[in-house]
C-alpha cells in the first residue's frame, strides 16, 4: 500500500522560506515520478512541480527561481524548499506519486497517490 506524508509547513512572513518534506512507503519509490500540487481555499488542485526518477525537474510559472524540488531515494524523501514566499502561496500543500517514472505533465490526474497535506501560510 503506497503511503505519502508530508510534513514541514507553518506560518511565515513573505519573502521567507519554508522546506517541506514527504516520506513515501510501500512502494518503490525510487522509480517514480513525483510531484507537488497546492490547494489554496475555493480554488482548484494545481501543480507546483514534479521530479522524474532521474532527478529532472519541472515548475509552474508562478515558483520558478523560488521553489526547488528534490528527492533522497535513499531515504524515500521528497523536498520542497521555498524562498521569497508570497502570500499567494498560502495553500495546502500536498506531494503525489505516479505510476512511471517519467512525469507526464501536472495534470493531478496523473497522480494516483497522494498525501493528507500540510497547510502553508504566508502574511504579508
Known amino acids: 500500500q503506497v503511503q505519502l506524508g508530508e510534513s514541514g509547513g507553518g506560518s511565515v512572513q513573505a519573502g521567507g522560506s519554508l522546506r517541506l518534506s514527504c516520506a513515501a512507503s510501500g512502494y518503490s519509490y525510487s522509480s517514480r515520478c513525483m510531484g507537488w500540487f497546492r490547494q489554496a481555499p475555493g480554488k482548484e488542485r494545481e501543480g507546483v512541480g514534479s521530479?522524474?526518477?532521474?532527478?529532472?525537474?519541472t515548475y509552474e510559472d508562478s515558483v520558478k527561481g523560488r521553489f526547488t524540488i528534490s528527492r533522497d531515494n535513499a531515504k524515500n524523501t521528497l523536498y520542497l524548499q521555498m524562498d521569497s514566499l508570497k502570500p499567494e502561496d498560502t495553500a495546502m500543500y500536498y506531494c503525489a506519486a505516479a505510476t512511471t517514472d517519467w512525469c507526464y505533465g501536472l495534470a493531478p490526474a496523473a497522480f494516483p497517490y497522494w498525501g493528507q497535506g500540510t497547510q502553508v501560510t504566508v502574511s504579508s
Open positions: 521530479i522524474t526518477r532521474s532527478g529532472i525537474t
